[in-house]
């Protein structure tokens, strides 16, 4: 059972464009919505994340937008750049004794910018 | 870099064998989580300990044991080993009360 559904499963990307990747969830004890960022041979870092109740979190030129009644979440990377390029990754914890390091991850979307 | 280590960096076996991956969290970090990566299943948590206790458990195989020792190091043991265990096996470690898990660079297991 996935409990995290995140589309598109690839993005094209022209440099300077706006680069959207969302995500959906099914358990409602879900209480912190990170993204992270993976580029080959690397392990998943932390981007950006957010707690449901706030429904928007900007950081530079990336950007979640939270939905709680609809159960989605969404990442914008803003001016888009060939450094963007990499597998994008959506993830779900529940609060758990207050380390949320055990995330339910989305299937990834793998990103690429074109110059 | 993230301050989490991984060893071996690549690991090739024969199915049946046993193998032992190794991590060191960040310094101070008492929780230690780890994660198999593959192409159809994705990031898949298996198993989180604290401070030399389990805490919470994933989708992991009755195969494959951790444990995570006085010093916070942690090993993840796959034993019985099957070709479908090929895989990235990531360790990540945290923080008490922090919200920003830390990945290290994996461990990329072959098993033929």
């Known amino acids: 059972q996935q409990q995290v559904k995140q589309s598109p499963q690839s993005l094209i990307v022209q440099k300077g464009g706006i680069s959207i990747i969302n995500c959906a969830y099914e358990n409602t004890a879900f209480d912190y919505f990170p993204w992270y960022q993976q580029f080959p041979g690397k392990g998943p870092a932390l981007l950006i994340a957010?707690?449901?109740?706030?429904s928007e979190k900007k950081e530079g030129r990336f950007t979640i937008s939270f939905n709680k009644s609809a159960k989605q979440f969404s990442l914008h990377i803003m001016d888009s750049q060939p450094g963007d390029s990499a597998t994008y990754f959506c993830?779900?914890?529940?609060?758990?004794?207050?380390?949320?390091?055990?995330?339910?991850f989305g299937k990834g979307t793998k990103l690429s910018v074109k110059p | 870099d993230s301050g989490v280590t991984q060893t071996p960096k690549h690991l090739i076996t024969a199915t049946g064998q046993r193998v032992t991956l190794r991590c060191s969290p960040r310094?101070?970090?008492?929780?230690v989580y780890w994660y198999q990566q593959s192409l159809d299943q994705g990031l898949q948590f298996l198993i989180q300990?604290?401070?030399?206790?389990?805490?919470a458990k994933g989708n992991i195989l009755e195969r494959f044991s951790a444990q995570q020792f006085p010093d916070l190091h942690s090993e993840l043991n796959l034993s019985s080993l099957e070709l479908g265990d090929s895989a990235l096996y990531f360790c990540a470690s945290s923080a008490i009360g922090s919200t920003e898990a830390f990945f290290g660079q994996g461990t990329r297991l072959t098993v033929v």
């Open positions: 957010i707690r449901p109740d706030v």
């Open positions: 300990y604290y401070n030399g206790e389990e805490r």
């Open positions: 310094s101070g970090d008492l929780s």
């Open positions: 993830a779900a914890s529940p609060n758990y004794g207050g380390s949320q390091g055990n995330l339910i």
